[in-house]
């Protein structure tokens, strides 16, 4: 057994058990003695002088004791070892981690499913709650959602959150989870007893996949020095973590929808825009599906399936088309209702897609030369775009060109009404440092960037103040012009365009990007230290596109010219206007990011023109759920932070239109393969993790280390200063009443 104090600084007030008998001398000194006499007969006889002594001694230790317990009591006294654990059961302190992934909500249709029976338990838990137990409540998920983010002994009210969590949805982040347990008893645990229990599907993924048993080892090893170096500290008791398993072992039958894709989620108004799925099924002889349907605002459509499913388990691809004819924002998304009994998890019936209808993108085009001509770095792009003025002409395109010397960062990206959502560098020498800033906030702040090279380029410029070692917009290095013979000219090689942008030509047979040949390009080197990714090459393996992303931004980078010089190919080819349109399109749909989210990933808000609302301006989030939060935005962009769970929100600035943001699951969720023995046992040697039975409740979870619980002790402390003060009380009376009557 152990005793201790936890406030030792408190040990100073024990100076003032010298004040009784400074008081007690300082009394006998008041007055001075005068012998008269007649006092003879007054004298106390030598008997009772001694009584009277006696009193005065044990009056003034009850002083002094009752000064010295009710300074133990503030130095708050603890006691540990065997000794606890003979008592009955000490407050304890308890963050119940929830898994909130959609896994949760697999069923047969028959039992209570993992969810169910999880709010269950721990709603049980909680009605066993002693006086003095503190809970918390947090939900597990990328990122963890505190539920009751606070250690509160008001277990009704954690009941009461606990009864308001919407189903689950999304992935659950257990190390990431469980460490947000451990900070929270660290920082604001109280109790002796310490603990944190994690409720959970057996589902493998998440908790003992080979990733996630890294992230446990890493975070055991945490733990393990942070509790080294705070075990000299008496409050500091390492948490305890446990386990509870529910649902069953087995994998019935599945189906699922795999994410919803688009070429692009930028398009034109009136253009019809291709999305892509697949049907996934397991432990199927013939997936049963009743209807599979596809809806865009109001309208509906009805999805073809597969006429034949072949295996128990197999991918059958989905296609449908859309045609959208009204700009702004629009919600995509495709269900799947399988017949009864023919799902274990419905939650991955549904896939949604945000779209961006726009009826015309402006560029910005920078040209090379000194004054813009027919013989222009530019001339093919305009030619290949549209005019506004043109009324014969149909392109959602609206191009302004201007001259590298012309350029004005702050009046043409930065204060522009309506900024433009590409900047193409053509054949530009080189800039300014105004320049260059402008247009890197410009691409930081979500802009898209295209730069095509020509015979003007300065490639000790690029590579000093564009490329900066990897740092910089640029997203290769460049070395040198190349030129061949003609009778070696190199072709592009279409079979292996990676970007989107570039993916209709890659599946049309006649295309004849492939076909030209060219003599003279830049050759550039995309370092592995760098961030650029080479999206096309020639037959020969140079590269063509090579791409990154900066900031909130995209560049694309070109090796070949697309104006008259050199070769001047690439533009005489018939798919050239095509080309030069999809690339735009793909670089200004880089805003895709602000309204298709992953999990964690902040929401940034950004209005299509400079400054539509004042500010501050009121900005509402509705949630998956129906419930809303609302902000002030002060100015443009305005980051809200990761919205939640995934799922499907509606964004409105001020009284304007609602439009919605939609943030995707990990499809690897739907995979309900069970964790082993073995692999549950890997995870609880990462950390001091137990498993628990699913049936034990609170008074059954094990005292294991009573020896190392601490109890504090200031109220037996308390009762002494009372009963101390009671015998002072007495003693004083009776002092009193007995030299009265003497």
């Known amino acids: 057994m152990n005793i201790g104090f936890l406030n030792l600084a408190l040990f100073a007030g024990m100076a003032a058990l010298a004040i009784p008998p400074i008081i007690h001398f300082l009394n006998r000194r008041r007055h001075d003695v005068v012998d008269w006499g007649a006092m003879q007969f007054l004298l106390v006889s030598p008997a009772k002088r001694r009584r009277f002594m006696i009193e005065d001694i044990i009056l003034m230790a009850l002083r002094m004791g009752l000064i010295a317990i009710l300074v133990l009591a503030f130095a708050a006294p603890y006691v540990s070892g065997l000794l606890v654990a003979g008592w009955s059961r000490p407050p304890r302190d308890t963050v119940l981690v929830l898994d909130g992934s959609y ?37 597990a998920a990328k990122p963890p959602q505190p539920v009751v983010g606070e250690l509160t002994a008001d277990t009704a009210l954690v009941r009461e959150m606990l009864d308001q969590l919407s189903r ?13 347990a451990w900070n929270l008893l660290r920082d604001h645990g109280q109790a002796g007893r310490r603990d ?81 799925t697949a049907l996934h099924w397991q432990n199927h002889d013939a997936p049963q599906v009743k209807s599979l349907r596809a809806t865009v605002g109001e309208s509906s459509i009805d999805v073809a399936l597969p006429k034949r499913f072949d295996g128990k388990s197999g991918r059958a691809p989905i296609t449908f088309d859309h045609r959208f004819a009204a700009t702004g924002m629009h919600l995509v998304s495709v269900a799947l209702e399988p017949a009864d009994g023919a799902d274990m998890l419905p939650a991955d019936n549904r896939q949604d897609l945000a779209i961006e209808v726009v009826q015309e993108l402006p560029v910005l085009l920078i040209d090379g030369d000194k004054q813009v001509s027919a013989r222009s770095a530019t001339f093919y792009l305009m030619k290949a775009f549209a005019d506004p003025a043109d009324k014969t002409k149909v392109s959602f395109i609206v191009p302004r060109v201007a001259s590298h010397h012309d350029l004005d960062p702050d009046s043409m990206l930065a204060k522009a009404h309506a900024p433009p959502r590409v900047v193409v560098l053509a054949d530009v020498p080189r800039l300014t440092a105004p320049q260059l800033a402008g247009l890197t906030r410009y691409v930081e702040d979500g802009g898209g960037l295209f730069i095509f090279l020509g015979p003007r380029a300065d490639p000790a410029f690029y590579n000093a103040h564009l490329y900066r070692d990897g740092q910089g917009l640029l997203p290769a290095r460049l070395e040198r012009i190349e030129m061949a013979k003609s009778d070696r000219a190199v072709t592009l090689d279409v079979k292996r365009f990676l970007h989107p942008a570039l993916e209709l030509f890659r599946e049309e047979p006649q295309c004849t990007l492939g076909h030209a040949g060219y003599t003279r390009w830049w050759k550039a080197t995309a370092e592995t230290h760098g961030r650029g990714v080479p999206v096309a090459l020639f037959a020969n393996d140079e590269l063509w596109l090579i791409e990154r ?14 104006d008259h010089t050199w070769d001047g190919h690439l533009p005489k080819t018939w798919e050239f206007p095509v080309l030069a349109h999809e690339i735009m399109f793909a670089l200004a749909d880089v805003r895709s990011g602000a ?30 759920d129906g419930k809303a939060a609302t902000r002030t935005a002060a100015a443009w962009p305005f980051d809200w932070g990761a919205p939640g769970p995934p799922g499907v929100y509606q964004v409105q600035v001020a009284s304007g239109p609602r439009w919605p943001v939609v943030v995707h699951a990990d499809s690897r969720e739907s995979d309900l393969t069970p964790a082993t023995d073995e692999e549950r046992r890997r995870v609880a040697e ?57």
């Open 103 to 139: 896994s949760m909500e697999q069923t047969d249709g028959t039992a209570p499913s993992p969810w169910q029976q999880a709010r269950a338990w721990c709603d049980n838990w909680l009605k066993q709650a002693h006086a003095g137990d503190r809970v918390a409540l947090l939900l």
């Open 549 to 562: 992303a900066y900031g909130q931004g995209r560049v694309l980078l070109s090796t070949l010219p697309m």
């Open 595 to 624: 309204f298709n989210l992953v999990p964690g990933q902040p929401l940034r808000i950004q209005p299509a023109t400079r400054d539509p609302w004042a500010t501050p301006v009121s900005i509402m989030l509705l949630k998956p």
């Open 168 to 180: 689950p949805a999304g992935n659950a982040d257990w190390p990431r989870s469980v460490s947000d």
């Open 686 to 742: 990462s950390l001091p993790l137990r498993y628990l039975d699913p049936d034990l409740d609170q008074e059954q979870l094990p005292e294991d280390a009573g020896a190392d619980q601490t109890q504090e002790v200031w109220w037996v402390f308390l009762i002494g200063v009372m009963a101390l003060m009671c015998g002072e009380l007495w003693l004083t009376r009776r002092m009193a009443l007995a030299r009265g009557r003497s």
């Open 196 to 276: 944190i229990i994690v409720i959970a599907d057996r589902q493998k993924l998440g908790w003992a996949d080979p990733a996630t048993v890294t992230q446990w080892q890493a975070l055991g090893r945490s733990w393990q020095t942070e509790s080294t170096a705070l075990t000299d500290d008496p409050r500091f008791a390492a948490p305890r973590v446990w386990a509870v398993t529910l649902g069953n072992d087995r994998a019935g039958p599945g189906m699922r929808l795999g994410p919803l894709q688009a070429t692009r989620t930028l398009i034109g108004a009136g253009q019809r825009l291709r999305f892509t």
